[in-house]
């Protein structure tokens, strides 16, 4: 059995993923921890029959851990990450703080500096269908944000093939846990229900950066790639409690037709376990992913024009962030990479 | 034009109030107060068009205005409904500070003493539809609760008849607005979406003091009533934005039956503008009275047993709070009583 | 008094447009249809306190009526339409049938052939903000349907000036009561709730025509018009009951930057009752305008880019359909425009 | 492997519990019948990846299963079953036709003679809670419905101890997907969204019989149980998806303090997998049980009084379903009670 340590909890990605965990038949939970609940149990904070200890970080027995989880928010998990590396743990990092290679682009989009740069060189950016031979041996993976990883898989074939060109628009749109477990105004029910609010649209959003490094790299596989893309990307709040659905807008390049595009598709995701790609005619919609750690992908082409929509679904707690950990914690154990993960 | 002001109007209750005076064709709004937001303007708290300034309560002209409203916790209406009555308006408190009208009562549920005993002697508890001649003159009427309108007036023909005896019991549901806007846990979406809680049940929540006062008062305006009766309470956080529908089981008294009932409420209710009596064979749903200011009563009879229910909703921010206080106010001022509540 | 009859009126829009219609000031309704349930009263079949009796369309004095508004499904109306505007009423369509100038493009788009080729000629296109003066004196009135309201009032000042050019997409955003109401799977609460469907993707919405139609027209306003330009409008099923969010992209053409584009939309919308143009740095939510007949229009410029974001948010049953309905019946009569409106 | 067939697998429970079986570690799916949907495969019908085709039941090999689960209304389960057990399989039916033991207490409810009177006399009731030695070794299970599991559970010990006495008071709210998938106006996403709708109250909903004859049966385990008991059962249609909350009101006799009532809970429900019995202080909330099969149980003693509040939750579509029926499968079978359950 994988021994496995949780260090944040009690939020919503830290339930999700101590629920998975739970279920997992080659995982046993070492202990957990809260910062801000520690002493408790987790049936004091959440409605669930479990009642694990909640231990504050500094008392967390680092050491008897062989894979740590971090669902910490940015810029506290630097710390974190590397106590968990040095007590000998492969870590699996849920915050944004090891996805973008290059620490002046996190100070960037940050604010802060980046404390940990000799293990953001050894950090593997963890979306399993772009970089599972990497992820396989890691000692530091960073788990894809939300938004990304519905966006990247939703273009990565493009990305692949060269065809990303020009101003890519990702009108995206996510349930409100995306937003964390936290008493927030703008997150509270009378405000978000029977209500959409685009927010931080124009370049704004911290996501773009993953978004950007990851198609650029696809692109980078290719020779002589030359054209420029850019990517406008537009978040919604959504009233719904999970899920988020993106509705990426590309012009395909002159002489790019509609077999070449589902070919292209076909060819990256056939094998892929967790990647429901749709046949013509289909949508992605929330309810396709839900509560399981698959995307959804359609393709929808607008007659007479080169223009490509594709919609591409996740559910944000699973594959986009909890799931997506166990999977690549499967890949770093060298279990089947579904294993706890069928439900 | 009665000229009014409003003292607490960043809330769900005070936003609702400021909508409904700004279209009565006879008010006009003189002054707005919000400790929170005290020097902007409403359109920046609310999505709204409107740009009217926000002030601090100590900054207010209380002297220019012919009726204030007062939309702040309890407690702290106290001394807000004094410096207004001081100031020569009437006034309409949609707090509980001035509801129950024993002080003793008052400090047992809700844990302060009462600071303004001399002006709680004058006040009148402003349901319509039980105090309307009080009403009419009254310098200070205190705005019912919300989960006590919809119980009150579901209950009152039944107490007024001395129909009321043992053990009553009223399964209310709440929407989340009735909670109030601040940032709380329990109220974010994700807690409160796809979810029901019931929550202070037991005889533990601060209503049940207006019920028993005002449901009391009724009975006995009848010789002899001796019977005890008690009220079993249990509130539940309902996911939906606003409305009350509350589930009210009697034990009618031996040979009262369903035609003497349904004569008692039809008597009572016959011209009232606000109350909807429904036809035998329907209940009252939120849909019946949501946006509106009216009470929606249904009466089901169990076949073979003494059992009434009652089903009675209401909107919470119009019929329980907003409305309702626009409704005193014309009934104050000897407008037509729907005036301005008919949308 | 205004003397109106509603023919369909047990819809979403229908009863809608009751509600309005009652607490108008100046308008009588004189009866009202409705197919499915006539013989019954409007209670038995809305959860709501009104009584009218609702007749066959056979049975219907159409000749009573001053003004005659109809919610019928598109094809149904045209000869409702003819017979109504035969017997001396002035008349407000709010189905497809007369919004679109060319029988042909009718024909294209809703499959089959117009009915009504001499009334077509006359009807006027609805939207108060482009056509008003025109509106004032028609005898037959096409009210604009739900998503193109949103996205012509998002998009009319860029068309006027000139500026509307190359793609254009609209990823729009409705609440269910946009589909009717009617028995339908794909309507059904746990289909729709906690989820988000795109649908009809891929220039297939029958409402490109009419915003194809009326921003052509705007654009014709100038001398040497010459770009063209491509709309690429993406509905979605949102889980809310009311409200349509467009979120606009559009590539400005060079020259013009975030003040002429400012400009602009202020000069248009300045003296508009219902059009709220948000300052910059808002964007339009649900909030802003459900229950309203306000639009609320917000910019968003992409720093770097020539890309301008247009939230433009409505309640589609109110300002994209019976609202809007109300506005251009008080055109019509010579009322204030905002009469009944207000609330 | 056990080898298993789905009759009426495009229902919300078929497809709950075709994923309950599909992820099932020691299940095969053998095939699915669909009348509606025959010929089609599972992904046509449902967002989802899985290819099944569906057959029409008469196209079924029903030999070919070593268990078969009917998802099928009332009246039309009877002929099925009687042939899945014909063809040798063990049956697990989900409708209520085999539940009531007593076929002319069945006719008086459902309005239809039963057919199968020989094969009613083996069904044995699916509660494992109450009846896992007779499940074992059954050939017909009759699984229980959703409120039912939901009060019997929550009354069951009060019952066997013969607390249970005088009108019981069940105050039930089920999410939407408990009225089946079909397309109904009043199941529609405007009518169910922000409503709350009593329907079927007064002694009328058919789960009544099950609810007696379960809670009778616990009763009739004592000896000399003379008090009578009645429950006045109120659904309610809640704007969830899924979940059911009962509010349940009982007066307990004298003598019965709150030690004696939380030791016969705790005697009862000690060693149950799947019920959850809460600390005191605490309430049942659908959060603590929606996407599990377990049941979670309150007590809260109104003080002063002898009424108990019982709050009882349950996944409507899990355990008062299809994970109920595998749980009953699991205990057919000899497998641990939980396999496949646990997620």
Chains 1, 2, 3, 4 share one sequence.
Not at 267 to 276: I, Q
């Amino acid at each position: 059995m994988i021994k496995a340590g949780v260090i944040g909890v009690t939020g919503y990605t830290g339930i999700e993923l101590y629920k998975l965990l739970h279920s997992h038949p080659a995982t046993a939970i070492a202990w957990l921890t809260s910062e801000n609940s520690a002493g408790q149990r987790l049936s004091d904070v959440f409605p669930c029959p479990w009642d694990d200890p909640l231990l504050a970080l500094a008392e967390a027995p680092l050491d008897r851990a062989d894979v740590v989880f971090l669902c910490l928010p940015h810029a506290a998990s630097m710390p974190a990450v590397a106590a968990a590396h040095a007590a000998g743990a492969r870590v699996i990092d849920l915050s944004a703080d090891f996805r973008l290679h290059d620490a002046a682009v996190y100070q960037q989009w940050y604010g802060v500096p980046h404390s940990e740069p000799a293990l953001l060189a050894q950090a593997v950016y963890g979306l399993p269908e772009l970089h599972r031979a990497a992820i396989a041996p890691a000692d530091l993976v960073a788990n894809p944000g939300c938004y990304p990883t519905s966006v990247i898989l939703g273009l990565a074939p493009l990305a692949r093939a060269g065809w990303l060109a020009g101003q890519v628009i990702a009108d995206s749109k996510s349930g409100v846990s995306g937003a964390g477990r936290k008493a927030k105004l703008s997150n509270s029910f009378v405000e978000a229900n029977e209500n959409l609010s685009p927010y931080s649209i124009g370049y704004s959003h911290r996501h773009i950066a993953e978004m950007e490094q990851e198609l650029n790299a696809e692109r980078q596989t290719l020779d002589g790639v030359g054209a420029d893309w850019r990517i406008v990307f537009s978040p919604h709040l959504l009233p719904v409690s999970r899920g988020i659905l993106s509705t990426l807008y590309v012009t395909l390049p002159a002489g790019v037709d509609e077999a070449a595009v589902r070919a292209a598709y076909a060819e990256m995701y056939a094998d892929e376990p967790f990647v429901h790609l749709l046949p013509a005619g289909q949508v992605a919609t929330l309810h396709h992913t839900v509560y399981s750690n698959r995307c959804a992908i359609g393709l929808t082409f607008v007659p007479g024009t080169p223009t490509l929509i594709v919609t591409s679904t996740i559910d944000n707690l699973i594959k986009g962030a909890s799931g997506q950990a166990v999977q690549n914690m499967n890949v770093m154990f060298g279990l089947d990479e579904t294993t706890g993960l069928n439900a």
